[in-house]
């Protein structure tokens, strides 16, 4: 009765209204008269209104707005296509966006579709493209602000700066000696030496300390003593490399030193005042607004507010808008979690939607297709052999003299050698002066793909060449060893608590290590370390409670599936624990990553289908062919360890008829009396269901039965898929 009085009024309602404002429209035209003076354009007599709509169409189409929208969305297609590509490979994700810039530039796309090139990126349209460009660059610099920690700079400052300010000052000599045979051929008519030269040396200098941290946290380094100085280093580089480039834009921009003089005094000036003035205001902002539920739009406004005044006084004093983005990064409270806070409003949009925008742009200047000589070929190659002997010779020797090792000496060198996003920032701000030259500009791109691509690799043959000491002494591990790997802090908890009803009384015997992944690399240190405490404080709690010691493992990676299955296969552990959970395309617990889980590794994995686990004493086991043998083993620990009773479902009667099963449910009987019931019957009706809290199927059955859809599994307890050892094929 409500709907239809509800339907009557909403009709009433459009009826009576549309007929008002159809009568506005009639009255309204009876004021044109004299009014309105230009005639309706009146449509061409030849054109069919399909053409027109056509014609209209066609203009839509290359309408800036919608050009720069499509532009949009096909450079994030491309940048994360490459970027999962060359994950894959064990490479840094920038490098894929990189490489996506320049397929969609003209070097790839421009050479074999250059109609698609033309019609996508447009020439008229490139000037949208780069300013939306700058603003993700702005954002972006001020996140890397944000991220670098100055603390690691006061407490690890002694051998850090020596090596930090040789891979500068090395790497910087070696860039200004190549500007000498590079400038009469390829220096720019109106660019005098010492520009010319200065550049090169800042280009040659440059560390990506976001790319850097990535690779440190995806090898596991961060809380080794090479990890705590590289990450220091970068930071010391960092702030040096922008401050020489901020006078090294200055010096350009005037023409000579002298003349720089007086813009270098104005950003020392804007730099104090950042500090002194700004800063303090900012802690006192930060000390206050800490949270979520505080921080609001005023205070968000005013961050953006320092941010955009600080970009906008460094680039009309001549130092360049990115700097003043950093350093209002740098001054934000160091509050860790209003820095986390902001960082994450700002961070998704400028990395997954405007910073793929720059790689593109970048794309399109670089045109590989001007090296078409040998003798330029030549001159690329002495450029990226000048970078890697500046900044990989430079950083490993002065580590080497500080004391660190050979194997911690060429690693540091390795990791101070990734350029990545920042030179490429670089290099852009070089073109636009008008520094580089085209030819230039392509061989310092291919320089920057090339030395942090080589990262991972040389990392990779240092472990070769330095491997760590093993003991000479060979222990056999008499402990059954648990790897419980989680997500959710309350998935961890339960399948700890699983773990110890399964070595209960045998502890001392036991060895449980919990491995939780964040699943992104990008994040900074201090976000890791806090992500790290969080998710274990849950699961240590109990571990407590429970009176048992474990072992904790933390990484951020981009491949779960690869940690996991490399982690268990590498401790050479028993049983990999993990929780069930569902993928986009499967609606079953064991699909996606977990299957993959089951599938790769070689030691026994359970997977766990929680429904509110508490206790695992009442069982029932699931047998449905010969190769369920294996699960008596799991019904023996539960015994052992928990006292649990254990109730067989065998309705192809498997026990009797198969002399193995039977002796193997006969020992356990032997030595734990009436704990083990066979139960023969095809009946499992909830009632049935209802007497047990933990259910033990192995995965062939489990596959089995959810492919036929058992209605039982709708109201089985919690339940725990077993994989036996060995890899499925």
């Known amino acids: 009765m409500r709907l239809n009085k509800n339907l009557i009024f909403y009709l009433l309602m459009i009826i009576v209204f549309g007929g008002l404002m159809y009568w506005i429209t009639q009255q309204g035209e009876l004021l044109e008269p004299g009014k309105v003076q230009v005639e309706p354009v009146k449509p061409a007599l030849d054109q069919s209104p399909f053409a027109l709509f056509q014609e209209s169409f066609s203009h839509n189409l290359t309408h800036p707005l919608a050009l720069l929208i499509l532009q949009i969305i096909s450079i994030i297609l491309v940048s994360r296509f490459f970027g999962f590509i060359f994950n894959k490979i064990g490479q ?50 001020f996140v890397i602000g944000m991220e670098l920690d100055l603390k690691v700079l006061r407490n690890q400052a002694h051998d850090a700066v020596v090596i930090s300010h040789a891979s500068i000052v090395i790497p910087y000599f070696l860039g200004m000696s190549l500007a000498y045979f590079l400038y009469q051929n390829y220096a720019p008519g109106n660019i005098s030496f010492l520009s010319f030269a200065l550049f090169m040396g800042i280009a040659m200098s440059i560390t990506a300390f976001p790319v850097l941290a990535r690779v440190i946290q995806e090898r596991d380094l961060s809380k080794t003593k090479l990890g705590s100085i590289a990450i220091t280093c970068a930071a010391a580089d960092d702030i040096t490399a922008w401050c020489l480039l901020a006078t090294v834009i200055a010096i350009v921009k005037a023409g000579t030193f002298v003349s720089a003089i007086f813009t270098i005094v104005l950003a020392l000036g804007y730099v104090l005042l950042m500090v002194v003035v700004v800063q303090p205001v900012l ?17 968000v406004a005013i961050a953006f507010l320092v941010l955009l005044a600080s970009a906008y006084v460094a680039e009309i004093i001549g130092i360049h808008a990115l700097f003043g983005a950093f350093l209002a990064g740098v001054i934000m409270p160091p509050n860790f979690n209003f820095r986390k806070i902001m960082t994450e409003k700002i961070e998704d949009v400028s990395l997954v939607l405007l910073l793929p925008l720059f790689f593109v742009f970048t794309g399109l200047r ?107 002494v060979s222990v056999v591990d008499k402990f059954y060893k648990i790897l419980i790997s989680f997500g959710p802090a309350i998935k961890g908890k339960k399948l700890l608590r699983l773990a110890d009803q399964l070595t209960h009384k045998k502890t001392t015997e036991a060895n449980i290590t919990a491995l939780h992944l964040t699943p992104s690399a990008d994040i900074n240190q201090k976000e890791a370390r806090e992500y790290e405490k969080e998710s274990f404080r849950l699961v240590k709690h109990e571990a407590e409670n429970l009176g048992i010691s474990i072992k904790t493992i933390y990484k951020a990676t981009n491949d779960i599936n690869k940690e996991i299955t490399g982690e268990a296969n590498k401790g050479k552990y028993d049983l990999l624990l993990v929780g069930g959970s569902q993928s986009v395309f499967s609606a079953d617990v064991v699909g996606g990553k977990v299957k993959n889980y089951l599938e790769d590794t070689t030691c026994q994995v359970g997977v766990l289908v929680d429904k509110d686990f508490e206790v695992a004493d009442r069982i029932v086991l699931m047998l449905q062919d010969f190769s369920d043998l294996f699960l008596i083993s799991f019904a023996e620990r539960f015994i052992q360890n928990n006292n649990a009773k254990i109730v067989l479902s065998d309705p192809n009667r498997l026990v009797k008829m198969n002399t193995i099963f039977r002796m193997a449910v006969e020992k356990v009987n032997n030595e734990n009396p009436e704990s083990i019931e066979v139960y023969e019957s095809h009946d499992h009706t909830e009632e049935f269901f209802n007497r047990f809290n933990l259910m033990l199927i192995s995965y062939s059955s489990w596959k089995h039965l959810n492919r036929r859809k058992n209605p039982w599994l709708a109201y089985s307890p919690t339940i725990l898929i077993l994989k036996p050892e060995g890899r499925l094929h």
């Open 92 to 141: 840094p994700t920038v490098i894929g966006e990189i490489v996506a810039g320049i397929v969609l530039g003209p070097s790839l796309m421009g050479l074999f579709f250059p109609e698609v090139s033309e019609f996508l990126f447009a020439k008229a349209s490139l000037p949208n493209l780069q300013f939306l460009s700058q603003v993700g660059l702005i954002l972006f610099m």
């Open 283 to 299: 802690k006192r902002i930060g000390n206050v607004y800490s949270d979520r539920e505080t921080i609001s739009k005023p205070i």
């Open 366 to 472: 670089t045109q590989i297709g001007l090296l078409n000589e040998t003798h330029l070929w030549m001159v690329c190659g002495w450029i990226i052999l000048t970078a890697v002997a500046g900044k990989f010779g430079g950083s490993a020797i002065a580590a080497r003299f500080v004391g660190q090792s050979w194997k911690d000496s060429l690693s540091l060198g390795a990791l101070m050698n990734t350029r990545g996003l920042m030179e490429l920032i670089v290099l852009n701000i070089g073109y636009d002066l008008g520094v580089l030259t085209p030819e230039v500009f392509a061989m310092m791109v291919l320089m920057a793909l090339i030395t942090t691509f080589m990262t991972g690799p040389a990392l990779d043959l240092i472990n070769y060449f330095y491997p760590d000491k093993k003991s000479s």
